[in-house]
């Protein structure tokens, strides 16, 4: 027994140590992921389907927990706008907001995936950049999607028979994208700290130009979506007496309208991208043969639902509705603006170019949108419900490029010219704010200061009497900046003379330069001054002076006269030396 334990121990240290060194292979971590996300979005729609079931009656919603199944398995496809088919027609008009169940999950997971493939030696890992966002969202996307379409199989029914080639399409792409914006973020927070959204975190991965445009397009379809909304949320204020009637027609009960309350906030986004075809121009029909647009509003009969309310009455265009269709206009200056700023062009006639691609792809993802927010209700009259997808694209390309184009060579022509403008020094690292620009100047800032040149010693200080001082300790030199010159260069200083020695009893004669200089005016009669440094032996009276300072000399005789001369920077104290000839000797 007390070898056991050890042998256990050692066995779940190996078993760490080879999944460290091992870790599951990238596409058994997407089908893991894609089941949990199938996993929690059915557990989801099955709670809410069988309380509807309960609630409501249940012919309409299934016979039996069998057709309660198959009922949230079409609910769940449907969330990925998969359409099916019944007995009264094909229906394609779906909700945009159901898309938010399926997608936090697969967001959740292409997190998860990123992270678990961390571990050195793993393909697609943290390691692998950009390449492995793609590489995780498609092992994510694949499995969900074939799981998808097993689903769909196995929930058809001869009422209700869900798109398989729908689901196949639709699952892929909504796991692909929530996926891939789950693994940028879970990246870019990996290497640079925590960011805010996946799409911001996905713009850090993406090169400067395609930056610029994702920044544009996402300025102008945001503003548009912002005008539809407001278009919107102002036509239902209006008709909310109306919209009350259509509720109290209804009469749903307790449950029964809390899921009609949950299904209108689906409704929603397509209701906001109607209110953006709108403001374009081209409008939306309900029904085959009618129009809501600023030319005019033409329909007979609506289905009864509350939020269809908001719906303006037949006749002409009301003429608060008609100041909406600047929105595309404000749209395509707002992008233009984004695109030019994120990333300048270095040429003039380059700039328009570049915003008006901003408002063809503003107007290509208006398209899309428009496809996505319509769709029919079945057969007959309610086949065509929701917007023209190539009108509005069309239409949106042309006002919103225009636009993004005058804006985009505004901007850039302003850059260009604060550049033109600015001083040498500030021209470096601009015109864009990209991370090269940024590191540069990081860089500038961190560079050291320039060593200090110590100034030479100037000859007016060398030649003072004062005593040296005692030499420092040298600091350790700092290796000379390439760009500064090396403080080792200046010119050599003239020699300065040592400190002086004190003065003896006898000065000998000192011997002259060859060329002397010429000698100085004479001294007054009076006195004379000498500069000594202490006492001397034919003078001890006299007191030791500071060095520097005159000291006058006492009158004597004629061969103990002192003076002093300057000779090449040097100062001199000559003596007359006494005559040894005996008086009266002629020589």
């Known amino acids: 027994m007390r070898e056991a334990s050890p042998r256990q121990g050692a066995t ?69 706008h998969a359409g099916f088919s019944a007995p009264q027609g094909r229906v394609g008009l779906l909700p945009l907001g159901l898309i938010v169940l399926p997608g936090a999950p697969l967001y959740r997971s292409g997190g998860w995936m990123i992270r678990a493939a961390g571990t050195p030696g793993h393909p697609g890992g943290v390691r692998k950049g950009s390449t492995g966002v793609v590489r995780v969202a498609a092992a994510l996307a694949v499995p969900y999607s074939l799981l998808a379409v097993l689903l769909a199989l196995a929930a058809s029914s001869d009422t209700v028979r869900p798109s398989a080639w729908q689901a196949l399409v639709a699952a892929f792409v909504v796991a692909f994208v929530a996926g891939a914006l789950g693994a940028a973020r879970a ?19 993406l090169p400067a130009r395609p930056r610029s445009l994702v920044i544009g397009v996402s300025g102008a379809i945001a503003v548009l979506l912002a005008s539809g909304a407001v278009l919107v949320g102002a036509s239902l204020a209006l008709h909310l007496s109306e919209a009350a009637e259509i509720y109290d027609l209804l009469a749903p009960g307790i449950v029964g309208g809390i899921l009609l309350l949950l299904l209108e906030l689906a409704f929603l986004p397509n209701a906001v991208i109607w209110g953006m075809a709108y403001t374009i121009g081209p409008g939306f029909a309900v029904g085959a043969g009618t129009g809501v647009s600023t030319s005019g509003v033409f329909f007979d009969v609506v289905p009864m639902f509350p939020a269809l309310a908001a719906l303006p009455e037949p006749g002409p265009a009301p003429l608060v509705s008609l100041p909406a269709l600047a929105a595309p206009f404000i749209a395509g200056a707002v992008g233009g603006v984004l695109t030019i700023r994120a990333m300048p062009s270095p040429v003039y006639e380059g700039a328009p170019l570049w915003g008006f691609l901003t408002g063809a792809l503003t107007g290509l993802v208006a398209a899309v949108l428009s496809a996505l927010a319509g769709g029919p209700l079945g057969d007959g009259r309610m ?102 010159p090396s403080p080792l ?99």
Do not use: M
């Not at 240290?13 to 058994?28: E, G, H, I, T």
């Not at 199938?38 to 509807?52: D, F, K, P, R």
């Not at 005058?406 to 864009?432: D, F, K, M």
């Not at 006492?554 to 006269?561: C, I, K, Q, T, Y």
């Open 12 to 80: 779940a240290d190996d078993l760490r140590a080879a999944a460290a060194v091992a870790p599951r292979p990238l596409y058994v971590s997407g089908l893991v992921g894609s089941l949990w996300c199938i996993g929690i979005g059915l557990a989801v729609v099955t709670t809410l389907t069988l309380v509807g079931w309960i609630a409501a009656p249940r012919a309409a919603i299934g016979s039996g927990l069998p057709g309660v199944f198959r009922t949230a398995v079409n609910l769940w496809l449907v969330a990925h």
């Open 187 to 205: 990246l870019v927070a990996a290497r640079r700290g925590r960011v805010r959204s996946g799409l911001g975190a996905l713009l850090r991965l």
């Open 383 to 484: 086949a065509t419900v929701g917007p023209s997808a190539w009108q509005v694209g069309l239409l949106a390309a042309l006002e919103v490029g225009i636009s993004a184009a005058i804006a985009a060579w505004l901007a850039n022509w302003r850059i260009l010219r604060a550049l033109e403008n600015a001083p040498e020094g500030a021209r470096q690292g601009r015109p864009g704010r990209t991370e090269g620009t940024r590191r540069g100047r990081v860089r500038r800032r961190q560079e050291p200061p320039p060593p200090v040149v110590p100034a030479p010693p100037s000859p007016s200080a060398s030649s003072s009497r004062s005593p040296r001082p005692a030499p420092e300790r040298s600091a350790p030199v700092r290796k000379p900046s390439p760009h500064v």
């Open 489 to 587: 260069e200046f010119e050599e200083a003239e020699p300065v003379l040592g400190p002086r020695k004190p003065a003896r009893a006898k000065a000998r004669r000192r011997p002259r330069s060859p060329e002397p200089p010429p000698e100085p005016p004479a001294a007054p009669a009076e006195e004379e001054e000498v500069l000594v440094d202490g006492p001397t032996a034919a003078h001890p009276e006299r007191e030791a002076a500071p060095p520097g300072r005159a000291v006058p000399a006492p009158r004597g005789d004629a061969e103990d006269e002192e003076r002093t001369e300057t000779r090449g920077g040097a100062i001199y104290v000559l003596k007359n030396e006494p005559d040894d000839r005996p008086h009266g000797h002629d020589g």
